[in-house]
């Protein structure tokens, strides 16, 4: 166990920023220099982040457009189905295809199917359920969930250098500087 | 920004915090008292659910809601052995306190998605401490709503056959009627109401893993957690997801009491034949579930002493929504009497009169007593501040809701069109006996609720600690 821990490479390097402004500022200047495997961990969405970290637009609203369109569609879909093919009914003299009431339940199942893609979206781009990560390897990275600020640079950046990467995170200030273990 | 967040100077805070207080109506205009840092945001509320032991009151609490619980279990297992004889229900009035109890039930809970989609869309920062819980109030209310219909159906045990699925019979739902609308339309309420909960804890069930000293308590939250980390590019997802579903929650909260006034405005029924009906059953879902809220919270925050985080501001707000969806109520009687003169039709003008003098006066004239009489004090700010007060108005209008069903539902059916048909209903200790019992249900899921997860978004609280926001020009 031991052997194998000392010649794995570390998963990255993590430094702790005493405040918001700090690792949004500290996250600026890390791109700035050239680092592309950046990420930052906050305990609440620091909108400014986005911004300072390059981050790209992320896919969730497409996702939800799809599941809303694939919900109207078999919403819709079911009602026309079962009313007008699979078993007309003549009640009245109604048609068979009564649209002002199929969109009722269409409207419905479109918002379901909406939600669950919002979700499910959101958590599986986002690589979840994630239950082991390096970043949990730092003690210190508990506070990540209520009041610490972190900046990882990941050692599969072109740009990390034992030594330079060590150097560069601190002369951004931190409050510490840490190996994550992979 | 110089401080760092978590300063652990707490007696400083505490100084800070009691001289703020002191002036109140320093506390009106807060959405959280001053003195508060990340840190001692996420240990008040954390601190809640992770304090070893059982408080005295919580317990005596929970049990007296788990045997009302138990009452409501009783009751139905009489009424799956004995049938729907047992209940008051009969022609002509053949919906009787199971509708009133479901309509009920489910207005309650659209407070909870008014306050955690529409307020947040309107970026209402003091929806903040109270969006989790009235999210958790709307999911149980509708779980009681939920009970009603099914029971009502007479053999619960074939619910599923209200679903569209592939079965032997060859049959499919009717789908033009408001019934199987209603279907879809709370069982989606349902669906996207935990969804949206769930969600809203992911971070917060973080946050209790990482401060949980049990290595079990760690392993049960660990899993709910998903392996949450809080990576910028986690809550950027995150936010535009939560963004989106209160998009999607806010046309679903709309839709779920039309649907549910459908029921009664597509049928021919004197009384319930309106075009009024789902505005007005809209407003007065968010009517009752304000008041719910209220009835709900003004406890808790003192028990808690969370008073820090739901200030007299949020109270006030609160009072302030009742007010006005009170009065989008009160408008909806004034049309529905207007309209049964203004229709000329005699069928409609008799149920007005029939509901105002008739068998059930006493109950329209409660109705409009709790709805329309006592939420006017609310105009004034003496009434919107006095805590107790407000509890006690709250409960009223939680009667008055339940009354205005009642009145709709039973004054309508007694007397319709036929005097040979005319009959009375009144409900049987039966009837009393499940209704009570949801109430039991409710109350006993929102103890295990405030004992088992935390009650307040934590991490939103703390995008409203000073500390939080980013100056970057002054970074340096």
Partial sequence: ?182 | MAQPAHSTDRAGQVAAVQSAVSTREASIAQVMEPGHGFTSVTDKIAQIVLRPGIMPGWLVGFVIAFALMSMFLFAVTVLLVKGTGIWGVNIPVGWGFAIVNFVWWIGIGHAGTLISAILLLFRQRWRMSIARFAEAMTLFAVACAGMFPVLHTGRPWLGYWLLPYPNSMGLWPQFRSPLIWDVFAVSTYATVSLLFWYVGLIPDLATMRDRAKSIYVKRIFGLVALGWRGSAMHWQRYETASLLLAGLATPLVVSVHTVVSFDFAVSVIPGWHATIFPPYFVAGAIYSGFAMVLTLVIPIRAYYGLEGFITVRHIQNMAKIMLATGLIVLYGYSVEAFMSWYSASPAEGFMIANRVTGPYWWAYASLIFCNGVVPQTLWFKRVRTNIPLLFVIALIVNVGMWLERYVIVVTSLNRDFLPSAWGMYSGTIWDWMTYVGTIGLFAWLLFLFVRFVPMISIFEMRTIVPDAAVDEHRAH
Avoid: C
Wanted: a negative charge.
């Fill in chain 1, 1 to 182: 166990m031991a052997h194998q821990e000392i010649s794995t490479v570390p998963f990255g390097v993590m430094a702790e920023f005493p405040s918001a402004t700090a690792l949004v500022s500290a996250a600026r200047q890390t791109r700035e220099a050239g680092y592309t495997k950046v990420d930052a961990y906050a305990p609440y969405p620091i909108a400014e982040l986005a911004d300072a970290l390059k981050l790209p637009r992320n896919r969730v609203p497409l996702v939800v457009l799809i599941g809303g369109l694939l919900g109207l569609i078999a919403g819709y879909g079911l009602q026309y189905w079962a009313s007008v093919l699979e078993y007309p009914l003549n009640i009245g003299g109604r048609p068979l295809h009564s649209m002002p009431a199929f969109i009722v339940p269409a409207y419905e199942t479109t918002i379901l199917f909406a939600s669950l893609a919002a979700v499910l979206g959101m958590i599986l781009l986002n690589g979840l359920p994630m239950h082991y990560h390096p970043v949990f390897n730092v003690p210190r990275f508990a506070a990540a969930s209520s009041d610490g600020f972190f900046l990882t640079i990941e050692t599969a950046d072109p740009k990390y250098d034992v030594q330079g990467t060590r150097r560069f995170l601190d002369e951004l200030h931190p409050l510490g500087v840490s190996d994550i273990a992979a």
